[in-house]
C-alpha cells in the first residue's frame, strides 16, 4: 500500500533516510518535487532536481531525524521484479521527503542496503521500479535510493574543492564531483530497527542519526582529500585596545588584532536528486582553515585517494564550467552553492 509521505511531517517538514539491510548499511532519503536543473541531452547522467534548497544553511541543532521502519523501502507488488534484485553487500540511509523555504527541519529516515541499492536505482531496469506520481516520495517508494553526501568546501584563500573521479570506478569514472560518500548508520550502531525500543531510546537514535550526517560528511572529506579533521574550522579575529602606556609611534594606544580558531560544524544547504537512477544527495559547506597549495600536498596520501584521479582548487567562477561534467545530483549540489551565494549577497 503506497504511504502517504506527507502524514509524516510537522512544519516545517522534509523527507526520509534509510540504512538497508543485508550486508553493508546505508542510509536513504525520500523526497517531495522540486526544481529542476537543465539537461545536456547528450550526457542524461548530469540531470538533477532539487529536492530541499536551505541557502542560509542549517547547522545541525536545526536538522533533526525521525528513524522508523515505516520509512523504509516498499517492496514492489511485481514478485519478478522484485526477484531481479541480486545478492550485494551493504548497507545505507535512504531519504524520502522535503519541503524548502524552511528554517528547520526534519528528516524521516529508516533502512536499507547496498543489495537492494544495486537491484534497484543501479539496475537495468530501474525506471520500472518507479510509481507514475508527481510526488516524488511515491515516485520513488520501490527503489532503495540511499541518501549520499557531498561536500562543497572552500579553502582559507576563498577555492573550492573539486575532485575528478577515477576511471577504475563503476558509475561516472572522470568526471568531476565534490568529495562526499554517504553517511553510515554501522558508526551510530544501527544494524537493524528495534522493535522494542521506548521513546527515550528512540530519540537518543534520532539524534545520533542526525549527528551521523554531520559526522559523515566531515569522515568523508577527510579520508577523500586527506585533511585533518581539525583544519576543517573557522578563523575569526578580535581586536583588543584602549591600552595606554605603550610606546608606539605617534599613538599611546596599543592596537591587537589576535586570530582566534572557532570550530563550527558543516552547514546542510539541501538536497538533489539525480534524475537518472533517482539518486539522493544532502550537501554541506565547509570551511578550511588551510590554503589550496598545503590542501593539494595533504591530497596525494588521503586514505581514499584511489578513487580520484585529480583534485582540483578552483575559484567560484569556474564551478560553472566544471559543473557541466558532474554528474546529475553534483550538479544540483553546485546549484544549492550558488543558491547560498546568492542569499549570502543578498543578506
Not at 50 to 65: E, H, I, Q
Not at 128 to 149: C, E, I, K
Not at 245 to 272: E, K
Request: aromatic share 8%; hydrophobic share 35%.
Amino acid at each position: 500500500m503506497p504511504v502517504n509521505p506527507l502524514r509524516h511531517f510537522s512544519s516545517p517538514k522534509l523527507g526520509t533516510l534509510l540504512p538497508v539491510l543485508p550486508r553493508r548499511k546505508i542510509m536513504s532519503v525520500s523526497t517531495g518535487s522540486g526544481a529542476a536543473g537543465a539537461t545536456d541531452p547528450t550526457d542524461p547522467g548530469t540531470a538533477f532536481k532539487l529536492v530541499l534548497s536551505c541557502p542560509s544553511g542549517l547547522p545541525a541543532s536545526r536538522v533533526f531525524v525521525k528513524f522508523d521502519p515505516s520509512y523504509d523501502r516498499i517492496p514492489h507488488p511485481d514478485v519478478n521484479l522484485e526477484e531481479s534484485i541480486n545478492e550485494y553487500g551493504g548497507h545505507a540511509i535512504e531519504y524520502v521527503d522535503g519541503s524548502d523555504q524552511i528554517s528547520s527541519v526534519c528528516l524521516h529516515m529508516g533502512l536499507t542496503d547496498y543489495r537492494t541499492f544495486v537491484g534497484t536505482n543501479l539496475s537495468p531496469l530501474w525506471e520500472r521500479f518507479l510509481v507514475p506520481s508527481t510526488v516524488d516520495s511515491l515516485v520513488r517508494q520501490h527503489t532503495s535510493s540511499p541518501l549520499g553526501n557531498g561536500a562543497i568546501v572552500e579553502t582559507s584563500d576563498g577555492k573550492i574543492l573539486v575532485l575528478q573521479r577515477s576511471y577504475n570506478v563503476g558509475e561516472f569514472p572522470g568526471y568531476f564531483v565534490f568529495p562526499g560518500g554517504h553517511s553510515e548508520p554501522q558508526e551510530i550502531g544501527i544494524s537493524a530497527h528495534l522493535t522494542d525500543k521506548g521513546q527515550t531510546e528512540s530519540e537518543l537514535l534520532n539524534q545520533k542519526a542526525s549527528m551521523e550526517m554531520f559526522d559523515g560528511i566531515i569522515r568523508e572529506v577527510v579520508e577523500e582529500i586527506g585533511l585533518p579533521a581539525n583544519s576543517l574550522v573557522s578563523l575569526g579575529s578580535y581586536i583588543i585596545s584602549g591600552l595606554t602606556g605603550w610606546t608606539y609611534p605617534n599613538s599611546s594606544t596599543l592596537v591587537v588584532t589576535c586570530l582566534i580558531c572557532v570550530q563550527t560544524d558543516p552547514l546542510f544547504i539541501g538536497i538533489s536528486c539525480r534524475v537518472v537512477n533517482v539518486r539522493p544527495t544532502a550537501f554541506f559547506f565547509l570551511k578550511c582553515n588551510l590554503e589550496a597549495k598545503e590542501v593539494c600536498k595533504l591530497y596525494s596520501s588521503a586514505q581514499d585517494g584511489y578513487e580520484s584521479t585529480q583534485i582540483f582548487t578552483v575559484q567560484r567562477d569556474d564551478l560553472k564550467r566544471m559543473a557541466v561534467k558532474m554528474p546529475g545530483c553534483h550538479r544540483g549540489g553546485y546549484a544549492l552553492y550558488k543558491l547560498m551565494m546568492e542569499a549570502t549577497k543578498d543578506s
